[in-house]
């Protein structure tokens, strides 16, 4: 069974840095892409970032472009976000998503998400 | 302002046939394929449909989608309480160089 557990959400001053974190079992991590997909309270779904299998290519959305960056180590499973010079509109859940096997951007499998607040 | 646009509100009574539909350009849905999304109330998001039409083998086969140029739509037939949900577009855009979601779609079982 697939499974994504996020973690490293919490509470940040704006400006501050947060990593988050999202641990993967049940598949071939390093055979697949990677997202991060975040959610304002009461809002709709906004693509984030994502990244390929050996993490050589990634792509972010215009809004975090030279703040927030995606990695993985797949030698532990695990995909992550770290988010740098963070503001107001960055509060919001934060899911990590699997793209379905041989497809880059058809989300198969999803996190239950991470909250991260920005709060002075 | 959602790159994808799809009508914020949907509604139908049990057994009836709701189509959602999802308007884009040929930045993205005209040049990639479109996947949907079901999210019910405070939990993550389902892939619904991908590749415009392929349903994961759990998705019942009342859940439909189809594409024509820049539009995408999505059908459920035999309307069902356990279907209501936000449900989200989505597509690559290749002038974005990133994945862009529609503004969701609140669908309510009369």
């Known amino acids: 069974e697939v499974q994504l557990v996020e973690s490293g959400g919490g509470s940040v001053q704006p400006g501050g840095s947060l990593r988050l974190s999202c641990a993967a079992s049940g598949f071939t991590f390093r055979g697949d892409w990677m997202h991060w997909v975040r959610q304002a309270p009461g809002k709709g779904l906004v693509w984030v970032s994502r990244?390929?299998?050996?993490?050589?290519?990634?792509s972010y959305a215009d809004s975090v472009k030279g703040r927030f960056t995606i990695s993985r180590d797949n030698a532990q499973n695990t995909l992550y976000l770290e988010m740098n010079s963070m503001r107001d509109e960055d509060r919001a859940v934060y899911y990590c998503a699997r793209a379905r096997s041989g497809s880059r951007n058809a989300l198969e499998n999803w996190g239950q998400g991470t909250l991260v607040t920005v709060s002075s | 302002q959602s790159v994808l646009t799809q009508p914020p509100s949907a509604s139908g009574t049990p057994g009836q046939r709701v189509t959602i539909s999802c308007s884009g350009s040929s930045s993205n849905i005209g040049s990639s394929t479109v996947n949907w999304y079901q999210q019910l109330p405070g939990t993550a998001p389902k892939l619904l449909i991908y590749?415009?039409?392929q349903r994961p083998s759990e998705v019942p086969d009342r859940f439909s989608g189809s594409k024509s140029g820049t539009s995408a739509s999505l059908a459920i037939s035999g309307l069902q309480s356990e279907d209501e949900a936000d449900y989200y577009c989505?597509?690559?855009?290749?002038?974005?160089?990133?994945?862009?979601f529609g503004g969701g779609t609140k669908l309510t079982v009369l």
């Open positions: 590749r415009n039409d």
């Open positions: 989505a597509a690559w855009d290749d002038s974005l160089n990133g994945v862009v």
């Open positions: 990244i390929n299998g050996d993490g050589s290519t990634t």
